[in-house]
């Protein structure tokens, strides 16, 4: 295994595989609000040339041939999507309108060469850009993880099994059956990771490296526009880990005037849609029309908490019944782990600590500015991303201290059954995953063995030296 691990072909491999896991995985209909709103915004530039969605199919699902929303979900094929925006006289999609664009760009190709129109065939249309951005997303970030993987020098058998927990122990998969822009944003993130590695093992070189830097901005530039929270935040710390490492005003000019078109692009959009800079879904106005579902009750972007009430709040968001570190169980072995990795240096050390304080800057904006856990989805949608640099500690964590694979197994197996019943439950179950306690606990409950087996292992030569010297002494 080793040779083939080792060729650069094999990140194509593994990315290959888990493409072909996220097609299966697709369903050919839009699963909620949330999707429909981005295919309807989509669709309607393809058939009507407009981001306008007034007469969209998902908006008005009566007027197509077949249900563009499950068969067993009247409400949806009722109404359509209610994550819509009334501007001007228009209905538009409340969701970053380039990612909208974008995702009308890769199936504009398909009709050209004789797929139907969106319209005619929404279940087509949902199905492949389904694959072509959430899956596509999700097989660059394995790629890039077993790259990382490569990087780091976990060895060939543990790198298989790291990278497949990325993949199948956690949420991801989950995002990959509908229309999202958070597995593309995990690619982007972990794109960033390698990228940010590349820089800093060309300055320890006495290089700039000047390709490295220009995609890093390009990157930062397209998360921008995929999440208006994360994708700032995690573009700044780009920003801040390239400038620690350099120290060069060239080398930040080169990645700000990279990412410059993807934010102008955003912010360009946002005017010409809301007449702001800021994202049209942040004017609660645009929500007032008939049957709204939306007010500044439930609309993130608002302070609305109490202090207690925050710190409840935001520690639900990792931990609880929608928590990020108990629907990613490898995860809580990263977090224990944490200290020993960054209490020693290793290449790499400060991107990777910037990269986390864009997770927990994301992480405290979300807290501050949301009520909803993101709505209806599976644990918190806006942290999809995080699990990149999340492995990344976990990766550094197991080369470091073989010891901890047993824990990373024995978690990563019992995430394979959550991330079984995620993918069952899909991304937008209005209830929590089921099971979720049983496995956690069972998960919780395997781990202590694993841990109280090493306490043993390691106090057995201790306990005989001291009965040993006991009887001595006697």
Request: net charge positive; glycine share 12%.
């Amino acid at each position: 295994m080793g040779r083939w691990a080792d060729r650069p072909w094999g990140a194509v491999v593994v990315a290959a595989v888990a493409l072909a896991l996220a097609a299966v995985s697709a369903r050919p209909f839009a699963g909620g609000w949330n999707d429909g709103s981005r295919l309807a915004a989509a669709e309607s530039l393809l058939d009507r040339g407009t981001l306008a969605i007034d007469d969209s199919v998902y908006c008005r699902p009566s007027t197509a041939g077949r249900p563009p929303y499950p068969a067993d979900r009247p409400d949806l094929n009722a109404v359509g999507t209610l994550d819509k925006l009334f501007i001007a006289g228009h209905f538009h999609s409340d969701k970053p309108a380039v990612a909208n664009v974008l995702t009308a760009a890769v199936y504009w190709p398909l009709v050209r060469v004789g797929f139907p129109a969106p319209g005619a065939r929404p279940d087509v249309f949902a199905w492949a850009v389904t694959v072509l951005t959430s899956g596509v997303g999700f097989a660059a970030a394995v790629g890039v993880i077993w790259l990382l993987g490569r990087r780091i020098g976990l060895d060939p058998r543990l790198r298989l099994a790291w990278t497949a927990a990325f993949g199948l122990s956690t949420f991801a998969l989950t995002y990959t059956q509908h229309v999202t822009p958070h597995t593309p944003h995990l690619a982007v993130v972990a794109g960033m990771v390698l990228l940010l590695l590349r820089v800093a093992d060309s300055h320890a070189a006495g290089r700039t490296a000047w390709g490295s830097l220009v995609g890093l901005g390009l990157l930062a530039g397209l998360g921008f526009n995929l999440d208006f929270a994360a994708g700032p935040l995690f573009a700044a710390a780009g920003f801040a880990a390239v400038g620690w490492r350099t120290r060069s005003v060239a080398a930040l000019l080169v990645y700000a005037v990279a990412a410059l078109p993807g934010v102008a692009a955003g912010v360009g959009l946002n005017l010409a849609i809301g007449g702001s800079v800021l994202p049209p879904n942040m004017n609660p106005a645009y929500f007032r029309y008939p049957g709204s579902a939306f007010t500044e009750d439930n609309l993130t972007g608002f302070l609305r908490h109490r202090p207690l009430n925050l710190l409840l709040y935001a520690g639900g968001m990792l931990v609880g019944k929608h928590g990020f570190l108990n629907h990613n169980l490898p995860l809580l072995l990263a977090a224990a782990g944490a200290w020993r990795v960054f209490g020693r240096p290793f290449p790499g050390r400060a991107e990777l600590a910037w990269l986390l304080a864009g997770c927990g800057a994301t992480w405290a904006a979300y807290a501050v500015l949301s009520n909803n856990m993101g709505g209806q989805c599976c644990s918190v949608r806006w942290f999809v991303p995080f699990l990149a640099p999340g492995f990344w500690v976990l990766g550094e964590l197991l080369r470091g201290w073989p010891k901890y694979r047993a824990d990373f197994y024995a978690l990563g197996a019992w995430g394979a059954v959550l991330g079984g019943l995620m993918l069952w439950a899909g991304p937008w179950a209005p209830r929590m995953v089921p099971l979720l306690w049983p496995v956690g606990g069972a998960a919780m409950l395997t781990w202590a063995a694993v841990e109280a087996r090493r306490w043993r292992g390691a106090l057995a030569p201790v306990v005989r030296r001291a009965v040993r010297l006991s009887r001595d002494s006697g």
